[in-house]
């Protein structure tokens, strides 16, 4: 299975992230959002995937930084414009497979997952 991990190289979180999948040996291309972008349409796959609530990361200085319009009223196509707009509004890491039939999306770093998902 070919893997992408999504996120902010200086994060501790993407950075915990990166340690463990090393410390397994498991392969991934690395996706960097500060330099690489943040795909409208692959954050709206997530979002109908796992729900606009689980990505959109609503406890940032990014996300509170955003206008009172910007925040409110918030639902999937809302979400997905302001995470593309702004992807530190992008729960950090997601870690997903290359082949959408093979439906692996981790969105944030919990090792029992991961470890569930691909040990």
Known sequence: MTL?????PNCDTV?????WLD??????AF??????GADPARIAAWVEQ?????VLNRRGTT???????????LDAGKAVAVMAAHPSCIKRPV????????GLLLV????????AALG
């Open 63 to 73: 996300f509170r930084g955003l206008s009172e319009a910007e925040r409110a009223d």
């Open 50 to 54: 796992a729900g606009w609530e689980t």
């Open 15 to 19: 950075k915990k992230a990166r340690k």
């Open 95 to 102: 870690l997903q497979g290359a082949d959408e039939q093979e």
């Open 108 to 115: 944030g770093f919990e090792p029992a997952k991961w470890e």
């Open 23 to 28: 410390e397994r040996q498991v392969a991934y």
């Open 31 to 36: 996706h960097d959002y500060k330099k690489q």
């Open 4 to 8: 992408t991990l999504y996120g902010i």
